[in-house]
C-alpha cells in the first residue's frame, strides 16, 4: 500500500497534505497499520469496525496522524470492549476507548468531551439518531483524533445517505499542516 501510494504520487498530482485512509473491519486494521508505520504518507484515517495494536510497542508513527474511529456497540466479530477474532493471524486487539486514547497519547492530544446526546444518524439499522461523539478538544493541528459511537450498531451497519459525506468531511477538515 505504501509503494502504491507513491507511486500515485510519481503519477498524478497529489495533495501530500490531504492522503487519507478509509478501512471496513481488516481494513480498518490496515489503516491503523499504515498510520502505525506510514505516518510520513498520509494525512488520517477512518476505521470502521477496525483496530490497533494491543501492545502499543507494536506502533511507533513517526509522526501524528488524524484518526477519526467509527464503531457500533454491538458488534459481535470485532467487540467494542475489545478482545479477538477468531482467525489465523488476527492477534488480539484493545477496546475502542483504550484504542482512541492509544491515539490521542501519539498525537499529543488530551481533554476528550463526549456529547452524551445522539447527534449523527450514520446507520439505517438503528432508528433515528444513533451515533455519540467524542472527540479530543486539545489536539495539535495535526493530531485530531475523535470517536463516533454507533449505539446498537453492528460490525456491518446498513449505512445511512449521511455516512459517507461526513467521514470524507471529516477527514478533509483535518489535513496535515
Same mark, same amino acid.
Given at each position: ?24 473491519? =481488516? #481494513? ?9 508505520? @506510514?505516518? $510520513? %504518507?498520509?494525512?488520517?484515517? !477512518?476505521? &470502521? ?57 501519539? =498525537? #499529543? ?9 445522539? @447527534?449523527? $444518524? %450514520?446507520?439505517?439499522?438503528? !432508528?433515528? &439518531? ?48
Amino acid at each position: 500500500l505504501r509503494a502504491l501510494i507513491q507511486e500515485i504520487e510519481r503519477q498524478f498530482a497529489v495533495d501530500r497534505k490531504r492522503v487519507h485512509l478509509i478501512g471496513h473491519s =481488516n #481494513g480498518g486494521f490496515m489503516a491503523y497499520r499504515m498510520a502505525c508505520q @506510514s505516518a $510520513d %504518507l498520509i494525512a488520517g484515517i !477512518a476505521s &470502521l469496525a477496525g483496530m490497533t495494536f494491543l501492545n502499543p510497542s507494536n506502533c511507533a508513527p513517526s509522526q501524528s496522524v488524524n484518526v477519526l474511529h467509527i464503531h457500533g456497540t454491538a458488534d459481535p466479530l470485532v467487540p467494542y470492549g475489545g478482545g479477538a477474532v477468531t482467525m489465523p493471524n488476527m492477534p488480539a486487539f484493545p477496546g475502542v476507548l483504550q484504542d482512541v486514547q492509544t491515539w490521542a497519547t501519539y =498525537n #499529543g492530544a488530551s481533554g476528550p468531551e463526549t456529547d452524551p446526546a445522539r @447527534s449523527l $444518524d %450514520l446507520t439505517t439499522d438503528v !432508528a433515528g &439518531l444513533d451515533t455519540i461523539i467524542t472527540r479530543y478538544t486539545n489536539s495539535p493541528p495535526e493530531g485530531a483524533v475523535e470517536l463516533w459511537t454507533i449505539i446498537g450498531g453492528s460490525h456491518s451497519p446498513t449505512l445511512s445517505t449521511q455516512f459517507s459525506p461526513l467521514v470524507i468531511n471529516w477527514l478533509l477538515t483535518n489535513p496535515k499542516p
